[in-house]
Nanobody, 127 residues
């Protein structure tokens, strides 16, 4: 019912920037809260950032706070993840996710809250 298509991944030097995009289709975008997760080799999938349906509240993991910014453009049915000051430890496959639900902060930071997932896009930070 919801399809998510990610783009913007690639190879970047440490200290550089990338912007990931996730375009949603299949239902009303404004009815979906959106999140970004990542998974590095040998590690569990971890929360990165999330934004509520209205865009009024955002959440970030401690490891990316101050460096990454999540935003959404409901007119374009797209959520973005602006990644600045990238570090080698940011290297991972990044996944876009969507949920029609809502709750407290712990809801948005849990992968179990999200019903729809993108295919993932590789981000590699070299040093």
């Amino acid at each position: 019912q919801v399809q998510l298509v990610e783009s913007g991944g690639g190879l970047v030097q440490a200290g550089g920037s990338l912007r990931l995009s996730c375009a949603a289709s299949g239902r009303i975008f404004s009815g979906l809260a959106m999140g970004w997760f990542r998974q590095a080799p040998g590690k569990e999938r971890e929360f990165v950032a999330a934004i509520t349906r209205s865009g009024g509240i955002t959440y970030y993991s401690d490891s990316v706070k101050g460096r990454f910014t999540i935003s959404r453009d409901n007119a374009k049915n797209t959520v973005y993840l602006q990644m600045n000051s990238l570090k080698p430890e940011d290297t991972a496959v990044y996944y876009c996710a969507a949920t029609a639900g809502a709750g407290l902060s712990s809801y948005y930071t849990s992968s179990r809250a999200y019903s729809y997932w993108g295919q993932g896009t590789q981000v590699t930070v070299s040093s």
